[in-house]
């Protein structure tokens, strides 16, 4: 037999069906559904009279609008906002699918919820629509983002109509260096590649550095796999999977857990499997990086300089002009004396536990900037519980965060959390595009650490200066 | 699904690479639960000024563009969120072709479900192309489906791939789901041999 790359064994795995063409169709094993990108497929659904074929593995939750201010459990004040939570509401019971609603203290941003319930685990294929489901390819299962219709065909078959994507190998070798984390990384593999880098191609992450990240910091690379392009990115299983997925609600237990194990310690690349397109970053090379523009392959390391559009090629050219004049910045300028005026920590790529930490230790007995709008997000309702638990809210506060409840929130400001036209943010999201956090509003992608940092100091700042 | 054959239109140009999804529609406008009537605020954010008036720079508001029926774009066209109010918004203005030297995927994706038709050309034609559209309403290109070909104002033609599944159900204006829902036998077949294999699922 000829060697599997990983992306090839779980592709294999989940053939339904194959045409002459090559056309497939791909068994879904978990469905995630949230209220924006849903209730179009729902609706189609009662028009041709169809049902979920397969709610036991569909799972839904509201995140993208739902408000993040403690007032919430007295209601949504947005009436379109409302309606789409509670057509979600209604779509799970008619339907009979997995729920959990918005006052429910499991509920927050899909892609926390499905690792942290359990329904998420190594080789299956997982989809939702909503781009940055290539977060769960962190346990080695292979997870993309899909529109709705394919929601819709989705919910109606269990499968997709896909054709196999090419494989590509990331490799980050070596150690990372102090101040360096998760986030860094994968901003500097798409400042590496470009956003259209990983088009066409399922992206592997290897290597010391990333083996040596634990699930929350994978999820955190796997996540903006989309970013550069790719349709999902996974990283193979090791014991720091099988450690964070054992005892979940839903994971598999007793016998069923030895029969899941056995096959999920055949889950990686065989030696000699061919990877179609290869790179390789070393982990020492790495720098805590930030955005200046307005797309995320616009990376460069905290002590650098915005960059001359002159100096780029083809139509990066125009773009880099006219990003650095919608960010409001001058080429030469150091992206350390760039001034901030809000921060923003949370979303699916950087919402978990271990990004709390990450900020609070450098916000510990700290005050946030006079006049800095400054807060945390929580992933989910368990992030914000155990992240009170562990006393990290406390330090947020006396920094001067707000405390919110679990949801998208700023990341795209479908909520009431918006930037206000020429307001400047750091963000620990993953779209730094024009109006993404509101419209005229500035977005430098950061780590948490780093947004920390800069909530302190009132400007980008290198989160080495702190440590 | 309405059937596509051939377009023969208004091409225009913009070359601005990497334009997102949250440039072809800002998220204050992913608040509806319905599919249609989303045309209004294609490019919501470079058409129209903040006090919500016309930008006349902005090509599709120049006259000679308003009945656009063909987008030639920069690369990485469509990058960023899955949402599929983008080609619905498309759509939904008029346009039935994107033409570009590369999609994102999921955009790509959408658009065969929506009856749009990206094309992928090579950079020298597309430069071909550009210029084409940049000459207003006058110089009109056509799209066909069936051949495989565009055709520019002046006569010029360029051939495109397309995948053979996909150029069929555009042809045919197929819905997707009843296709697969024919295929029915083979999903329960997987599913027996899916549970046994991996009973935890």
């Not at chain 1, 910091?217 to 193979?236: K, P, Q, S």
């Not at chain 1, 700023?410 to 956090?437: H, I, K, V, Y």
């Not at chain 2, 063909?70 to 899955?82: E, H, K, P, R, Y």
């Amino acid at each position: 037999m000829s060697p599997k790359t990983l992306y090839d064994k779980i592709w294999d795995a989940h053939v339904a069906h194959e045409a002459d063409d090559g056309t497939c169709l791909l068994y879904i094993d978990r469905h995630l559904v949230h209220e924006v990108t849903s209730p179009q497929a729902f609706e189609g659904l009662r028009m041709a009279g169809r049902k979920v074929r397969a709610p036991e593995k569909t799972i839904a939750v509201p995140d993208h609008n739902v408000p993040t201010t403690p007032d919430r459990v007295n209601g949504i004040e947005n009436p379109e906002s409302r309606i789409q939570v509670e057509a979600l509401d209604k779509n799970a019971k008619d339907f009979g699918i997995h729920y959990y609603p918005v006052n429910d203290v499991r509920q927050g941003i899909v892609h926390i919820v499905g690792p942290e319930q359990g329904w998420t685990l190594p080789g299956m294929t997982v989809v939702c629509g909503d781009s940055h489901t290539a977060t769960h390819g962190a346990f080695g299962a292979l997870a993309h983002g899909i529109g709705t219709s394919e929601v819709e065909h989705v919910l109606a078959t269990q499968t997709l109509i896909q054709k196999k994507s090419k494989n590509m190998k990331v490799e980050i070798t070596g150690k990372l260096q102090p101040g360096v984390t998760a986030k860094d990384i994968t901003l500097a593999v798409i400042g590496e590649t470009g956003t259209a880098g990983g088009t066409g191609y399922v992206i592997e992450y290897c290597g010391e550095a990333i083996r040596d990240l634990s699930m929350e910091g994978r999820m955190t690379v796997c996540n903006m796999a989309i970013e550069g392009g790719a349709r999902a990115g996974l990283i193979a299983p090791d014991e720091t999977t099988f450690e964070y997925v054992k005892g979940r609600p839903h994971a598999p237990k007793g016998a069923q857990w030895e029969a899941a194990m056995d096959w999920w310690k055949t889950l990686f690349t065989d030696e000699g499997a061919h990877f179609d397109k290869v790179i390789t970053l070393r982990g020492e090379d790495i720098a805590p990086v930030v955005t200046w523009g307005t797309s995320p392959e616009d990376v460069l390391p905290i002590t650098a300089t915005v960059p001359n559009p002159e100096d780029f090629e083809g139509g990066k050219v125009d773009a880099a002009r006219r990003s650095i004049e919608y960010m409001g910045l001058e080429a030469g300028q150091k992206l350390s004396d760039v001034e901030i005026d809000t921060v923003f920590i949370g979303s699916c790529t950087n919402g978990r536990i271990e990004d709390l930490r990450a900020a609070a230790e450098i916000l510990k007995g700290k005050k946030i900037k006079d006049g800095m709008r400054a807060m945390v997000v929580p992933g989910s309702g368990l992030v914000r519980a155990q992240a009170e638990e562990e006393g990290l809210a406390e330090i947020f506060k006396e920094a001067g965060f707000e405390w919110r409840l679990a949801g998208c929130s700023m990341c795209l400001a479908m909520n009431p959390d918006q930037l206000q036209p020429g307001e400047r943010c750091a963000a620990t999201s993953n779209r730094n595009f024009e109006g993404r956090q509101g419209r005229g509003g500035r977005t430098h992608l950061l780590s948490p650490a780093m947004a920390a940092a800069a909530a302190i100091t009132g400007r980008l700042t290198d989160v080495r200066e702190l440590m | 699904m309405e059937k596509f054959e051939k377009v023969h239109g208004v091409a225009a140009p913009m070359p601005l690479i990497n334009i997102d999804t949250d440039m072809i529609i800002p998220k204050v406008h992913l608040k509806t639960i319905k599919r249609s009537g989303l045309g209004v605020v294609l490019f919501d954010e470079m058409r129209y000024h903040d006090d919500g008036q016309e930008n006349e720079e902005f090509v599709l508001n120049k006259p000679a563009y308003r009945q656009t029926e063909i987008l030639v774009a920069g690369d990485n066209f469509g990058c960023g969120s899955s949402r599929e109010h983008a080609p619905w918004a498309i759509k939904d203005f008029g346009i039935k072709v994107v033409i570009s030297t590369s999609f994102a995927d999921i955009f790509f994706n959408n658009c065969f479900k929506n009856g749009i038709l990206p094309i992928v050309v090579e950079e020298e034609h597309h430069a071909v192309l550009m210029e084409d559209a940049h000459k207003g309403e006058n110089a009109r290109m056509t799209v066909h489906l069936e051949d495989q070909k565009i055709t520019t104002s002046d006569g010029v033609e360029i051939a495109f791939d397309i995948d053979p599944h996909r150029k069929h159900c555009l042809l045919n204006g197929l819905d997707d789901i009843g296709l697969t829902m024919e295929k029915d036998h083979h999903i329960d077949k997987f599913e027996d041999h899916a549970s046994q294999a991996r009973p935890w699922v």
